[in-house]
């Protein structure tokens, strides 16, 4: 299995950035898709997740409004939206998947990461 982001880099507040998850090694309509952060100091939280095959998504509350996943299973690809960035925002953003739930404790697999930094 592989999970590979791409699409992180450096905004000013108030900016936008689409991370992009390439992935490969599973039946991606199987499997829920989407993303965790872990900003500097912190714990790995889930920020999106989605299960394209019935189109269920989740969002958490600091992300709600401002972000936006989306998936294509042709490409066995996921997204990942970001608008209106702040400086809570900054992070090691991780594509990830899971055969039954997301977000999940025990998410089966993780990408290395894609850097996202909001500075001024």
């Known amino acids: 299995v592989q999970l590979v982001e791409s699409g992180g880099g450096s905004v000013q507040p108030g900016g936008s950035l689409r991370l992009s998850c390439a992935t490969s090694?599973?039946?991606?309509?199987?499997?829920?898709v989407g993303w965790y952060r872990q900003a500097p100091g912190k714990m790995r939280e889930a920020v999106s997740c989605i299960r394209s095959s019935v189109s269920a998504t989740y969002y958490s509350h600091a992300v709600k409004g401002r972000f936006t996943i989306s998936s294509d299973s042709a490409k066995k690809s996921v997204y990942l939206q970001m608008n209106d960035l702040g400086f809570g925002d900054t992070g090691v953003y991780f594509c990830v998947a899971d055969p039954h739930s997301c977000p999940d404790t025990n998410i089966r697999y993780w990408g290395k990461g894609a850097v996202v930094t909001v500075s001024s």
């Open positions: 090694g599973f039946t991606f309509d199987d499997f829920v």
